[in-house]
């Protein structure tokens, strides 16, 4: 195994995330997805082995702000299930904006709860015409004295409607164009506050997804994150850094399938021998662990660089988070084929992790979104250079 | 408690006891078991087989039963507070007995019974105890007990040397019952001291299980079910088969866990240890943890989908197939045969 | 609620095999684990230290390396752990083991309550708690698979082989849990950096006051003469055929066998 610098403590954080996983998310994965059932079981023994912190400082009552430790736990939760795994990592998503971006006020009032797992968070951006065109938001919030009211749809949010703390961004002036919108932090049971119903996903179905509904929701000044007209640095810098996240996810599911793959391979005989012992299979595992290997050295690579202070890490937050992705799609899919008839059978557990692998390549900003991002870093600093 | 440090004569320590353990008022199987090989024992060491019986005023009448399974002499203890098994009294009445008449060897079955008042009774006398023995012998005058240890993994053959009585629980359904009436049927009564303090646990309340129907470590056959059955109303079909054998319902730990059927049928490591005649095991993987719990049946039958199934390889007769389909089909052609 | 858990640094049993040829333990890369039936008993103290507050003390007898196990409790929360080791206590069977730790016990203080787990996955006697209770003089109950505390009593429901039986019981007393009791909890960051730091404290023979003619070896009443494999199970048969075919064939076998 690669000596990718961990602490010990960080090292303890992957060893108690996998032992989680292992003992508490395998017994149940299956039926997590066949019933579409939220994981409220497991995120309550991860809230008790102090996992939902990793990510907020002391301070808070987190675990030391480390972004590297937060994927760890991402990657060997995902590792047994990407849908136990998104939940997980969802929440931070949602809580990220508050530790950037939130008046000392704000993180004292909705961290705690963040980092005891009491209460779980959810990041709304995307709307029905506002998905890789974020600036096509149309959800608004007017002005009206000292409060704001929240008007729009948002669809397709993770852990909507099991959330209690929800980040959102809302139109604030449709004429100042990239300082039209602004973040708001709201509390589930807000008046106007609604959720649509659950969505039926290919995968990750233990995840909740759901459409949040602002009608006629007032919401304080003092919920604002930052100022008003930042909604969208906020939504950038947090999806920045809220990359890696993702990345650790599609690693841990691809290495996941990978393990699958190979105890298959040694076990299933035919032509008088295992199949791990035909080149062909030797190959396909070869290029899939590669794959995962320079992926997770990627994701933790920038996972380290945040947590070192770095202040420009988004073109390599997008490859982390577009290698990975597409690493996962691929290895998934190679490990169903290698598992052949059996890949395929739902009692089997890759069919899942393929299903599950998808949705990485699409959300956080498609792939091709992130492609552009790096397009457009490659172009600043070429220009910078001259 | 004073310590006696010194191994005691073992010459002063002649015979065997068996402890006849009864419940509501009946000797259970398990004391015909340990008298029947008892017998055996004591052809080897020329000496008598006793039983120890307890229970309240009237168990005498049980006597009869223990002399026909060649007990030569029943060592009697009626007490009203011996009705019920308690630790205390039990331990209490049965040292004073054995340190008064002082037997060479005492077999007791390893019932939950069993276990308890064994490991209590044992650091009282000061004398060796070994737990769950499947095998016994005489050699050089001392017992050899036989017992699976780290998971049934290895076998160990334990002795006493020194120390009297050689105590040893033994595993129900091991050994054989036989009818063997004794040529004596002595009854000896005991007048035990009971004190206060051996009565600070009180019975309160006793909790039947309806889903009990056959008492599993005695159940000559058991059909057993695991998660392979896939639903928990699918318990219904094992218990149709198990009806029509007259034989007992089991399960794995992971139905159990799963809560499809209650933890007196669970078959395993943490469960009960069965050696019935013949154990049918439908859609059980037969994890170690399994196996360890059934593996000495006589005939074992797996009925699994997955044919690398670990159940298949102590199994007798092994069949590859959906036990949703297999199970109605056995019982259908057994009730055929029946007639 | 001064509870004092006894646990048992065990090999996974599931990863033991005996050597056919030696007759010997193949141990290594065994790994040591805590005996899982004694994490149900840490959880249920620690889950009654919970409910009425005071301290949960988790001791066992054993090699130095045995400490991993106690930090494994100090993981799920116990508040303090001490390791009986000594040369003298090596070899014991379960008279001498269960002397150890009642003398152990003794030595640290008064009890209201001793849990262990009924039986360890390697010797599997389940006569240590209840030599504990005898050595301490104190009543036991086994089998428990629900505890309830009230006061001074304790209500027990134990597991037996078709029926429930519920008793009550004054406290101090021993308990010997079965693994349905409970689920144990997985510890904790905060308790695994504890664990980590924690010093553990070792007693010995002399620390511990105990007579060292009855322990060990020397004080043990049984002895282990042979280890041996237990009769390969083997030589089955795979049935083929139709569903139908293989009932009615292996109908046939049994009433062959007289089984059925």
Known sequence: ?386 | MDLRPNPVEAANWKGIWIFAEQREGQVQNVAFELLSEAQKLAADLNCEVAAVLCGEAGIEKQAGTLFEYGAARVYLIEHPELKHYRTAPYTRAITQLALKYKPEIFLIGATTVGRDLAARMAVRINCGLTADCTGLAIENGILRQTRPAFGGNIMATIISPNHRPQMATVRPKVFKKSKVKSQKSEIIKFDPVINQEDLLVKLINIVRDESVKVNLQEAEIIISGGRGIGDPKNFAMIEELAGVLGGAVGASRATVDAGWISAHHQVGQTGKTVSPKLYIACGIAGKIQHLVGMQSSDTIIAINKDPDAPIFKVATYGIVGDCLEVVPLLTKKIKELRG | MDIVVCIKQVPDTTEVRINPETNTLIREGVPAIVNPIDENAVEEALRLRDKHGGKVTVITMGPPQATEALKQCIAMGADEVYLISDRAFAGSDTWATSYTLATAIKKLGKFDLILCGKQAIDGDTAQVGPGIAEWLNIPQVTFAIKVEVDSSKVKVERLLEEVNEIVEIPLPCVLTVVKQINEPRVPSLKGLMRAKKAEIKTLSAAEIEADQAVTGLKGSPTRVVKIFAPPAKGGGEMLSGTAEEMVVAVIDKLRERKTI
């Open chain 1, 1 to 386: 195994m690669l000596n990718y610098g961990f602490t010990e403590e960080q090292l303890m954080v992957k060893d108690l995330a996998r032992k989680i996983a292992v003992e508490k998310v395998m017994p149940v994965r299956a039926e997590l997805d066949e019933k579409e059932e939220f994981p409220w079981e497991i995120m309550k023994i991860l809230a008790e082995a102090d996992l939902c912190g990793l990510w907020i400082p002391e301070k808070y009552g987190g675990f030391g702000q480390s972004v590297t430790a937060f994927c760890l736990g991402t990657e060997e939760i995902s590792r047994v299930c990407g849908g136990v795994g998104v939940t997980f990592a969802a929440s931070a998503l949602g809580g990220a904006p508050i530790l950037l971006f939130g008046t000392d006020e704000q993180k004292q009032k909705y961290l705690p709860d963040l980092a005891s797992g009491k209460k779980l968070a959810a990041f709304g951006l995307t709307e029905a015409n506002a998905g890789s065109d974020a600036s096509g938001l149309q959800t608004t919030a007017k002005k009206d004295g000292d409060y704001y009211i929240i008007n729009g749809t948002k669809q397709w949010i993770t852990n909507g409607g099991e959330a209690e703390t929800y980040t959102i961004i809302a139109m604030t002036d449709k004429n100042r164009g990239a300082r039209g919108a602004t973040a708001f932090i709201v509390e589930k049971g807000t008046p106007g506050f609604g959720f649509g119903k659950k969505e039926k996903k290919m995968g990750i179905r233990c995840s909740a997804t759901r459409e949040l509904v602002f009608d006629g929701c007032k919401v304080h000044k003092s919920q604002i994150l930052g100022k008003e007209g930042m909604g969208f640095i906020v939504a950038m810098k947090t999806l920045d850094m809220t990359r890696p996240g993702i990345g650790a996810q599609a690693v841990g599911i691809a290495q996941g399938a990978l393990d699958e793959a190979i105890k298959y391979a040694k076990t299933r005989v035919q032509f008088g021998k295992p199949i791990i012992s035909l080149q062909a299979i030797q190959h396909m595992l070869a290029d899939m662990a590669t794959q995962i290997e320079a992926s997770r050295a990627l994701v933790y690579a920038v996972a380290k660089a945040i947590d070192a202070g770095a202040k420009d890490f988004t073109k390599e937050a997008s490859m982390a988070k577009l290698m990975a992705s597409d690493t996962a799609m691929s290895v998934t899919t190679q490990a169903v084929q290698i598992l052949g008839g059996y890949g395929y059978m739902r009692e089997y557990p890759v069919e899942k992790m393929m299903r599950d692998a998808k949705i990485t390549q699409i959300y956080e900003g498609t792939n091709q979104i992130q492609r552009n991002q790096i397009g457009l870093s490659l172009i600043k600093e070429s220009a910078q250079k001259e």
